[in-house]
């Protein structure tokens, strides 16, 4: 079976749309996540501030090991979404340098739609910081988290 090269184009444009749609799909979990765990984490330490709560030794233990294993679950599920999301975003590289995209003259003559780094875009090389934010924003709220937990009843 043959196919043509108007047919290649759409198949091609097809799979681009729907890496899109990947895209946006893992960028909305983790921010839904990570909202989440901040607000848990966070309404958490609020409460244990502003209700002037008293814990045990064992129950600041507890609780610690609790926001640590809680912490450690949901960054190894961003750090699944991360790859996906990389995966996808690589996928998506390929497709718009396979339609030509990427070449210089393409839309405008002697212009290039993307900057040359656009290649690096799903890699590490790659200038996009959303990931690592997510996971310094988490870090941070399971921080203030532990920080009341082990101040309950000492500074407040």
Known sequence: MEIGE???VQILLAQLERR???????RERVYNISIWTLGIFLGAAGLIVQGNIQLSLLAKIFLAVAGGF???AILFYVKDLERGFRNQFQVVVQIEMLLGLGKKGFFAPEEEL?????TQAG???GSGRFFRN?????SLGAVVLLVAIGASGLLF
């Open 134 to 138: 997510t996971y310094l924003l988490l």
């Open 6 to 8: 108007q047919d290649k």
């Open 20 to 26: 899109y749609e990947a895209i946006e799909k893992i």
């Open 114 to 118: 993307y900057p040359s780094e656009w």
């Open 70 to 72: 809680a912490l450690v």
């Open 123 to 125: 890699t590490k090389l």
